[in-house]
């Protein structure tokens, strides 16, 4: 089945962006969307976007000015670049594929990757 | 902004059964889901579209809507389903992802 794995820095200095990479395996990533989500130590779920495969983006308002989803269908992958991060970004991040998609209405998660922490420090 | 209302905690006996209720406004026009997190665990998958159930889901895990209210019902709880539970939707319009707070359900 279809499994998710996060890569990237686990400490990112505040100012600078943070940039993760989510591996999709045993599925293509095309014909689906794929979505970020975090969560602060502690917190509650926050999702961040989604992009199709074919590359089409959907940000949530509050992280728009900053976040960047791409995808690298060569490689089964889609990545996530967020700006100007302070202690507020530091969080668990997760990949999750976005099911049940409908006229770019967002639907459930699943799977999910296991999640990567990243922590926002100097 | 729009926002999912959850119970912060839920507590219940063995065997008994647990509802977690998430309240919102665009609920009627919006489905919605239902994860379970263990500590230290990715969120899993436990109802989608209000009341379907994925495959490998216990029975025992179902969901309703009724207005603005959804609700997560186990029957008979056992120890393992103590976590937390966490609703998502989309806003009125469709266009962006909303998550409930988060209920911690206790399992006496």
């Known amino acids: 089945q279809v499994q998710l794995q996060e890569s990237g820095p686990g400490l990112v200095k505040p100012s600078e962006t943070l940039s993760l990479t989510c591996t999709v395996s045993?599925?293509?990533?095309?014909?689906?969307?794929w979505s970020w989500i975090r969560q602060p130590p502690g917190k509650g779920l926050e999702w961040i976007g989604y992009?199709?495969?074919?590359?089409?983006?959907n940000y949530n308002p509050s992280l728009k000015s900053r976040v960047t989803i791409s995808v690298d269908t060569s490689k089964n992958q889609f990545s996530l670049k967020l700006s100007s991060v302070t202690a507020a970004d530091t969080a668990v991040y997760y990949c999750a594929r976005d099911l049940g998609v409908v006229a770019a209405t967002p639907g459930w998660f699943d799977p999910w990757g296991q999640g990567t922490l990243v922590t926002v420090s100097s | 902004s729009y926002e999912l209302t959850q119970p912060p905690s839920v507590s219940v006996s063995p065997g008994q059964t647990a509802r977690i209720t998430c309240s919102g406004d665009?609920?009627?026009?919006?489905?919605a889901y239902w994860y379970q997190q263990k500590p230290g665990q990715a969120p899993v998958l436990v109802i989608y579209?209000?009341?379907e159930r994925p495959s490998g889901i216990p029975e025992r895990f179902s969901g309703s809507s009724s207005g603005t209210t959804v609700t997560l019902t186990i029957s008979g709880v056992q120890a393992e389903d103590e976590a937390d539970y966490y609703c998502?939707?989309?806003?009125?319009?469709?266009?962006?992802?909303?998550f409930g707070g988060g209920t911690k359900l206790t399992v006496l």
């Open positions: 998502q939707s989309a806003d009125s319009s469709g266009t962006f992802v909303v």
């Open positions: 579209k209000d009341s």
């Open positions: 992009i199709y495969y074919s590359g089409s983006t």
């Open positions: 665009a609920l009627p026009k919006q489905y």
């Open positions: 045993g599925g293509s990533i095309s014909s689906y969307y």
